[in-house]
């Protein structure tokens, strides 16, 4: 019978907030990452949003991992970091391993998946970074790279594993390469075509509420050769920036309807002189308005997002469309800058073999001899 595996997937918000259980839950791998793990224009900018996913700088997920490993000897963990350097937790993880009595734990550290730096090289060397949707060349485009990252590698992170690490630190990892890792006959760091459709399957059922699977391992093919995908190839994904978008808020009368926020958008964006094509319209309640004022009358706000192609031209329009509001302010209404930039994803592949993997294994008490 094919073995099963036991597979769990976390946010870092979920893992920093579930209690730790003395023998766990019975899963053989816990997968930490993202829901967008593996579409770096998340976090090309910084690392994980504080308020969906938890803030890994912090000491409270290699925390609550290092208790998680250290009371639950079975389960092997491997982490997505986002934009967060991975040694840097690795080795807050290990301190609190030390902490805890698992000074002996395996510690691993993935490198090699950001590619950005390589871009030239790989270019000059034949590697044509062709959209794998449009066709089009990387020398076609027009917009500054942000990040290039090869996502759904899996291979390093399945020989972590026959190194026998138990906590497992990637920078950029996919779900699906995780998951493709996990499924890895033992003693091999290559899958093959058929764990690559699993893993698609399994890391998307985990994705959209799962939480836990069961998986079964496809069998060993009979030889490397006979496992290898197609051409051999590793998804990356370029991030780059396509412009700037200026985000204002304005308040509207009670009740206002869509029609409404639009007339008053328009009028705002009319007097500023910025062209409507580049805008964009939302209506919604007021955070503030908890309690219906008198006639179950709702306050309403109404943002505006003005897209430019520059920061200079983004700013211009926030402060015109301010002023023509009759406003002063200029922040929205939560703790983020009007102004930030549009990133967008170029979709494509290279061959497995032009990556270099740095893999570092060792117990956690070497981590911070």
Same mark, same amino acid.
Request: glycine share 8%.
């Given at each position: ?14 893992a ?21 793990? !593996? ?41 997505s970091?986002? !934009? ?20 002996a734990? =395996?510690?691993?550290?993935i ?14 060397? !034949?590697?044509?970074?062709?959209n ?31 190194? !026998? ?20 006959p ?23 509420g ?7 391992? =496809? ?15 590793t ?5 780059? $920036? ?20 639009t ?11 910025v ?9 919604? $309640? ?6 219906p ?5 709702v ?14 031209t ?56």
């Amino acid at each position: 019978m094919p073995e099963a595996v036991r597979l769990a997937f976390q946010t870092p918000y979920e893992a920093t907030h579930a209690p730790p259980v003395v023998g766990g839950g019975g899963e053989d791998f816990l997968l930490v990452a993202p829901r967008d793990a !593996g579409h770096p224009a998340a976090d090309a900018d910084g690392p994980f949003e504080a308020a969906s996913t938890g803030d890994p700088q912090t000491t409270r997920l290699p925390e609550a991992l290092a208790k998680r490993c250290y009371l639950d000897a079975t389960v092997r963990m491997l982490l997505s970091t986002g !934009g967060v350097d991975p040694r840097s937790f690795a080795l807050a993880a290990a301190e609190q391993l030390i902490a805890t009595g698992g000074g002996a734990v =395996p510690v691993a550290v993935i490198g090699g998946r950001r590619i950005t730096h390589r871009l030239e090289e790989l270019m000059v060397a !034949g590697v044509s970074f062709a959209n794998l949707q449009t066709g089009e060349q990387l020398t076609e485009l027009k917009h500054p790279i942000i990040e290039a990252t090869a996502v759904d590698a899996p291979a390093p992170l399945a020989e972590a594993l026959r190194q !026998g690490a138990r906590l497992i630190v990637d920078r950029g990892a996919s779900l699906r390469a995780m998951v493709a890792a996990c499924l890895t006959p033992a003693g091999r760091s290559r899958g093959s075509a058929e764990i690559d459709q699993l893993a698609g399957r399994y890391a998307d059922e985990l994705a959209f509420g799962a939480g836990v699977v069961e998986a079964e391992k =496809p069998a060993v093919p009979a030889s490397p050769a006979a496992s290898q995908t197609a051409a051999d190839q590793t998804r990356v994904s370029i991030v780059y $920036r396509t412009g700037y978008e200026a985000q204002l808020r304005f308040p509207l009368g009670d009740n206002a309807n869509p029609e409404d926020a639009t007339q008053t958008a328009e009028a705002i964006l009319a007097a500023a002189r910025v062209p409507h094509a580049t805008a964009a319209f939302r209506l919604y $309640r007021s955070l503030a308005a908890s309690r219906p004022s008198a006639g179950n009358a709702v306050p309403q706000l109404l943002t505006v997002r003005v897209e430019a192609d520059s920061f200079e031209t983004a700013q211009h329009a926030a402060y015109a469309a301010t002023n023509a509001a009759g406003r002063r302010r200029l922040f929205a209404a939560e703790r983020r800058p009007a102004i930030h930039p549009r990133h967008e994803v170029w979709p494509t592949a290279v061959p497995a073999d032009v990556l270099d993997w740095a893999i570092d294994t060792r117990e956690a008490a070497d981590w911070v001899a």
